[in-house]
């Protein structure tokens, strides 16, 4: 899986704090929990707003309506 380009603000924030901005360089904690796979988000949010979560988790985001339609794909057509 391809990692999620950092902000510029972000960047900035990381090289001035004196930390390296290269994400190639940051070993993976094996005690952290793992990632989730979807976010539910139970409100309706904009497609921004989905792509923006889906930056910052790295996870897929579904807001009410993606859950339906992810659950009843066959009987929405």
Known sequence: MALPRKSKARERFEVADGK?????QIEPDLKAPPNPEFVI???????SQARNL????GAQVL???GVIVDDFPSSCA
């Open 63 to 65: 807001d009410r309506t």
């Open 20 to 24: 390296k901005s290269n994400a190639a």
């Open 54 to 57: 889906e930056r910052a988790t």
């Open 41 to 47: 988000v139970d409100h309706d949010i904009s497609p």
